[in-house]
T-cell receptor
């Protein structure tokens, strides 16, 4: 059975801090690793990673995948209160099905 | 990006009744849609894969007779929760596959009283 484990489950920081969110996966016929941000409703797409070692960046967010260690991290620099959300990691195997981790609840305090 | 519209966003129903949730792809055709369920403070759990014109594929432990999925057209998939019980109260989200990327609907908060 496919499995995705995220850590930490929750994190509280102050504005301006840098955070690193972790995601490990065991996905049969692995295709890609995806990161989503979920506020009060449906998740919004952040990154899709398919190749090891290539960092993807979007503003203050960046992510990288290690296919040898079956691991990915999501970094957020200079955090803002608007970054407060649940960050979900999902592994995609064959048939494009996504297996989600439990998420990391990030709280950024002013 | 592609837009997936899910309706209703919130529904309250009585125990024993059925509820239909619609998931529409607004500006593209989706041959494959996925239905997820999310309980409070839990992650999204895949319930079933819906393919246009064929029967849905259900994940282990999901009752196909209780969660009826119909994907009659390339732009619409529906999930009907039949004979709903309070334990079915959850957040249901659909997603549509566009090339290799998944786009999510806004989700439906179902409360069964």
């Amino acid at each position: 059975e496919d499995k995705v484990v995220q850590s930490p489950l929750s994190l509280v920081v102050h504005e301006g801090d840098t955070v690193t969110l972790n995601c490990s996966y065991e996905v049969t016929n692995f295709r890609s690793l995806l990161w989503y941000k979920q506020e009060k409703k449906a998740p919004t797409f952040l990154f899709m990673l398919t190749s090891s070692g290539i960092e993807k960046k979007s503003g203050r967010l960046s992510s990288i995948l290690d296919k040898k260690e079956l691991f990915s991290i999501l970094n957020i620099t200079a955090t803002q209160t608007g970054d407060s959300a649940v960050y979900l990691c999902a592994g995609r195997g064959s048939n494009y099905k996504l297996t989600f981790g439990k998420g990391t609840l990030l709280t950024v305090n002013p | 990006g592609a837009v997936v519209s899910q309706h209703p966003s919130r529904v309250i129903c009585k125990s024993g009744t059925s509820v239909k949730i619609e998931c529409r792809s607004l500006d593209f055709q989706a041959t494959t849609m996925f239905w997820y369920r999310q309980f409070p403070k839990q992650s999204l759990m895949l319930m079933a894969t819906s393919n246009e014109g064929s029967k849905a594929t259900y994940e282990q432990g999901v009752e196909k007779d209780k969660f009826l999925i119909n994907h009659a057209s390339l732009t619409l998939s529906t999930l009907t929760v039949t004979s709903a019980h309070p334990e079915d109260s959850s957040f249901y989200i659909c997603s549509a596959l566009v090339n290799t990327e998944a786009f999510f609907g806004q989700g439906t908060r179902l409360t069964v009283v």
